[in-house]
């Protein structure tokens, strides 16, 4: 068993949650105890909590997922989500500031919330994820809804804010799934950017197994292009994906075993200061 980092989960404990349909599909409670006996279980010894979308259409609130991670001693660090009004940019900030040792970094719903990479209501975030050195995370590539924007959730939309921002950190989630080649030519020109293998696994139907084939096949391709795995982090998604599928998608990977612990735990370990 591999030591790993989780860079993606998502919890709640509310009934309203979008995410539960997920965990109910791959036979998943989608609960504290769970997902800690979970990560034991697979030798993932640290994760990310992100705040999931809820039916009402916001996510779950931010202190929220604060205090999952308390709960879970020391096992769970925060990312706080920033969603686009001039009042949660604020609030997220102010979150951050209070709470600087646990905050790990941002998250920005591209592709779900009603702005752009490059709107001007992101622009305190930039400068004081910069600043701080935290790393910013972006939804990228398909959307759990059909309502949602491609164009503003396209992995190349983070190209100009990578150009215009050199100090700022960026991690494309999801790889940019399906625009995985994309994301890797991203992760190669651009020293700050990275890229999650998130949530990929889920779908295929009945070709799941073929489909995890194609994507460890592209994965494997990223870091051929990019010259090695420095810049790409594990992730789960859970509840959208298991563990254990999203393990044996970066074991399935055809590179050398260095480069699989970088994916693994030594980029995070790195990117996120854990
Ligand atoms: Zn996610």
């Known amino acids: 068993m591999n030591r790993s980092i989780d860079c993606h989960i998502h919890l709640s404990q509310r009934p309203d949650d979008m995410l539960r349909r997920y965990a109910e599909s791959n036979g998943l409670r989608y609960a504290l105890d769970e997902v800690l006996a979970e990560m034991r279980a697979h030798g993932v010894e640290h994760g990310l909590l992100l705040s999931p979308p809820m039916e009402s259409g916001g996510i779950l609130p931010n202190e929220e997922t604060l205090?999952?991670?308390?709960?879970?001693?020391?096992?769970?660090?925060?990312?706080?989500?920033?969603?686009?009004?001039?009042?949660?940019?604020?609030?997220?900030?102010?979150?951050?500031?209070?709470?600087?040792?646990?905050?790990?970094?941002?998250?920005?719903?591209l592709g779900y919330v009603d702005a752009a990479v490059d709107s001007p209501v992101f622009g305190e975030l930039y400068d004081y994820a910069e600043a701080e050195?935290?790393?910013?995370?972006?939804?990228?590539?398909?959307?759990?809804?059909?309502?949602?924007?491609?164009?503003?959730?396209?992995?190349l939309v983070l190209d100009a804010l990578a150009n215009k921002r050199e100090g700022l950190t960026i991690v494309i989630c999801h790889f940019?799934?399906?625009?995985?080649?994309?994301?890797?030519?991203?992760?190669?020109?651009?020293?700050?950017?990275?890229?999650?293998?998130?949530?990929?696994?889920?779908?295929?139907?009945?070709?799941?197994?073929?489909?995890?084939?194609?994507?460890?096949s592209k994965l494997s391709e990223a870091v051929y292009y990019a010259g090695g795995g420095e810049k790409i982090l594990f992730g789960t998604d859970y509840p959208v994906t298991r563990h254990g599928d999203a393990l044996e998608l970066v074991e399935m990977m055809d590179v050398d075993d260095p480069d699989r612990e970088r994916i693994l735990w030594r980029n995070a370990k790195e990117v996120f200061g854990l």
């Open 67 to 109: 205090d999952l991670c308390r709960k879970s001693g020391g096992v769970l660090s925060p990312v706080v989500t920033v969603e686009p009004t001039k009042e949660e940019v604020k609030a997220a900030l102010e979150l951050a500031e209070e709470h600087r040792k646990a905050v790990k970094g941002f998250k920005v719903r």
């Open 133 to 155: 050195g935290l790393p910013v995370l972006f939804h990228t590539g398909d959307t759990a809804t059909s309502d949602g924007s491609l164009v503003r959730s396209h992995p």
């Open 176 to 216: 940019g799934n399906p625009w995985i080649d994309d994301a890797a030519e991203l992760i190669y020109k651009h020293p700050k950017v990275y890229a999650d293998t998130s949530g990929l696994t889920t779908g295929g139907g009945a070709y799941g197994r073929k489909l995890a084939e194609v994507l460890a």
